[in-house]
Antibody, heavy 116, light 108 residues
């Protein structure tokens, strides 16, 4: 069974950092580009970041560029999102997703709440 | 950045009725790299349609997609109770991979 499981969310104060993880199983992780997508409470889906299969190419939305860093460890089948300088607008459920053309596999999401 | 605009925002229909959802792009979506996702309340998004018209694995044939260029449509031929959800279109021809704002299909 192809599965993605996110972790690392929580409640943090503005200006602090958090690292999300996404563990893949049931497929050859190292061959797929991977993405992070977020969804603020009651809002729609917003693409956040992407990384190529070997980790050499990385892409970010304007809203997180310079603050978030995507990475992957193919030996551990794990995708990461390092989030720095968090603010209230970053409050959302964060999903990791596999790219096979479209986003065909999604994790269950991990909630990040930025609040003082 | 390609902006996707979905309409209507909310569709109120009864089970058994036909649902037609629209997604319009601000510029041409190359090679029909347009997908549709379903998100039920409290769940993760699920891929329904990719390549504008190809159903993903396990998706019932009451779901169909059409369109090209800048205008795309998702049709649900006969609504089942489990189809009442929010639907998003997404283009994956360029980065950023943008989503539409969603159409909620609710029970009338």
């Amino acid at each position: 069974q192809e599965l993605l499981v996110e972790s690392g969310g929580g409640v943090v104060q503005p200006g602090t950092s958090l690292r999300l993880s996404c563990v893949a199983s049931g497929f050859t992780f190292r061959t797929f580009p991977m993405h992070w997508v977020r969804q603020a409470p009651g809002k729609g889906l917003a693409w956040v970041s992407a990384v190529s299969p070997d980790g050499s190419d990385k892409y970010y939305s304007d809203s997180v560029k310079g603050r978030f860093t995507i990475s992957r460890d193919n030996s551990k089948n794990t995708l990461y999102l390092q989030m720095n300088s968090l603010n209230a607008d970053d409050t959302a459920v964060y999903y990791c997703a596999r790219q096979s053309g479209a986003f065909d596999i999604w994790g269950q999401g991990t909630m990040v709440t930025v609040s003082s | 950045e390609i902006v996707l605009t979905q309409s209507p925002g909310t569709l109120s229909l009864s089970p058994g009725e036909r649902a037609t959802l629209s997604c319009r792009a601000s510029q041409t979506v190359t090679s029909r790299y347009l997908a549709w996702y379903q998100q039920r309340r409290g769940q993760s998004p699920r891929l329904l349609i990719y390549g504008a018209s190809t159903r993903a694995t396990g998706i019932p044939d009451r779901f169909s997609g059409s369109g090209s260029g800048t205008d795309f449509t998702l049709t649900i031929s006969r609504l089942e109770p489990e189809d009442f959800a929010v639907y998003y279109c997404q283009q994956y021809s360029t980065t950023p991979r943008t989503f539409g704002q969603g159409t909620k299909v609710e029970i009338k």
